[in-house]
T-cell receptor, first 115, second 114 residues
Framework: DTAVSQTPKYLVTQMGNDKSIKCEQN?????MYWYKQDSKKFLKIMFS???????INETVPNRFSPKSPDKAHLNLHINSLELGDSAVYFCASRPRASGFVGELFFGEGSRLTVL | AQTVTQSQPEMSVQEAETVTLSCTYD???????LFWYKQPPSRQMILVIRQEAYKQQNATENRFSVNFQKAAKSFSLKISDSQLGDTAMYFC???????????FGKGTKLTVNP
């Protein structure tokens, strides 16, 4: 059973298109995240949701819109894709208990290539 | 703002030997946590080890241990008896207590040679 699953795993699209990446976790966690890993492997947080409520929005262009329909899902929609959006996007989650702060469970990543 | 620095972009080690990966961080906070995450070629990030800043004892997890030097703001990872499966990118990470923002270093690419 996959704990944090992302779809699609690979996505190739043209500039200007709109695309979505879906994430689901079956761990019962309350907090979910989107991280972006660029071509140099640098990982940076984009968004964090706690039980469907946005708690971190890290200076991401408003072309990126996360949506959390319930606490098990956190989707990422990207409008008007640009070349610089090419990256691997990771979804992650963690248990609510404070003892697990920073202990993230990551999905396998979704590699987005914008041509 | 907190920063995490990994000064070794790449390292290699022979199988069965020991290797140490370096990490330094910058913070003015006293309540924080430090982590090492591993990203193998399969791409999925996996937590290796965690250290609470208030604990003086260095964390260990089987072949993985850390050397936490709080005054020097240093947090190195030692891998003993290296195995081929340890080949991966290793990321040092920091989080302030009460925050949800995990800050990563730029990573060290470790190759274990047979």
């Amino acid at each position: 059973d996959t704990a944090v699953s992302q779809t699609p795993k690979y996505l190739v699209t043209q500039m200007g298109n709109d695309k979505s990446i879906k994430c689901e976790q079956n761990l019962g966690h309350d907090t979910m995240y989107w991280y972006k890993q660029d071509s140099k492997k640098f990982l940076k947080i984009m968004f964090s949701y706690n039980n469907k409520e946005l708690i971190i929005n890290e200076t991401v262009p408003n072309r990126f819109s996360p949506k959390s329909p319930d606490k098990a899902h956190l989707n990422l929609h990207i409008n008007s894709l640009e070349l610089g959006d090419s990256a691997v996007y990771f979804c992650a989650s963690r248990p609510r208990a404070s003892g697990f702060v920073g202990e993230l469970f990551f999905g396998e990543g979704s590699r987005l290539t914008v041509l | 703002a907190q920063t995490v620095t990994q000064s070794q972009p790449e390292m290699s080690v022979q199988e069965a030997e020991t290797v140490t990966l370096s990490c330094t961080y910058d913070t003015s906070e006293s309540n924080y946590y430090l982590f090492w995450y591993k990203q193998p070629p399969s791409r999925q990030m996996i937590l290796v080890i965690r250290q609470e800043a208030y604990k003086q004892q260095n964390a260990t997890e089987n072949r993985f241990s850390v050397n936490f030097q709080k005054a020097a703001k240093s947090f190195s990872l030692k891998i003993s008896d290296s195995q081929l499966g340890d080949t991966a990118m290793y990321f040092c990470a920091f989080i302030q207590g009460g925050s949800e923002k995990l800050v990563f270093g730029k990573g060290t690419k470790l190759t274990v040679n047979p």
